[in-house]
T-cell receptor
């Protein structure tokens, strides 16, 4: 049973560019959350999607946006990249019921130069 | 404002001994707490959780203790094994919103179990 799948695993972008990260949730999971983990820090909540809508959002600027598709997969988009956006981006999924069964992917390592 | 704090960035324990990882929180709305383990190049893996209606939860070698009055929880690993060497994150959530809430993580404690 595949868990949470994220792509790409690594990415290098230039300041000012835009990036799209992708996530396929674990089978049976319909809710997807995104987290940013900077070096030496814990994961920080970006936002959560279910039923194709953003349901909850953390303290991140509008440059960070997302989308959820009918098959529950999700994308995270970041516009106008800054050096400070360099981090590990983690996707987590869970079923709507069984509230706390969060499963994390291995993440996408984004480096902004 | 760091609502979940893990004040020990690292911990070294001998194999077979007890590992105790600590976590403090400030938000009184938190009522569910989780521990995740993270190996390099992997995502966090759920380890154990506890609801605020309990003060202890045990799963094999892992036990989590919750002291609500002190806003403190701890993870005990007994006995510690070399494969337990990883970064451990404490996370907290509030279930009052009625939907699955976001997780607020601490900064992690790197555990090294030595032979």
């Amino acid at each position: 049973d595949a868990g949470v799948t994220q792509s790409p695993t690594h990415l290098i972008k230039t300041r000012g560019q835009q990036v799209t990260l992708r996530c396929s949730p674990k089978s049976g999971h319909d809710t997807v959350s995104w987290y940013q983990q900077a070096l030496g820090q814990g994961p920080q909540f970006i936002f959560q999607y279910y039923e194709e809508e953003e349901r909850q959002r953390g303290n991140f600027p509008d440059r960070f946006s997302g989308h959820q598709f009918p098959n529950y997969s999700s994308e995270l988009n970041v516009n106008a990249l800054l050096l400070g956006d360099s981090a590990l981006y983690l996707c987590a999924s869970r079923p709507r019921t069984g509230v706390w069964g969060y499963t994390f992917g291995s993440g996408t390592r984004l480096t902004v130069v | 404002d760091q609502q979940v704090k893990q004040n020990s960035p690292s911990l070294s324990v001998q194999e077979g001994r007890i590992s105790i990882l600590n976590c403090d929180y400030t938000n009184s709305m938190f009522d569910y707490f989780l521990w995740y383990k993270k190996y390099p190049a992997e995502g966090p893996t759920f380890l154990i959780s506890i609801s605020s209606i309990k003060d202890k939860n045990e799963d094999g070698r892992f036990t989590v203790f919750l002291n609500k009055s002190a806003k403190h929880l701890s993870l005990h690993i007994v006995p510690s094994q070399p494969g337990d060497s990883a970064v451990y994150f404490c996370a907290a959530a509030s279930t009052y919103t009625g939907t699955a809430s976001k997780l607020t993580f601490g900064t992690g404690t790197r555990l090294q179990v030595t032979l």
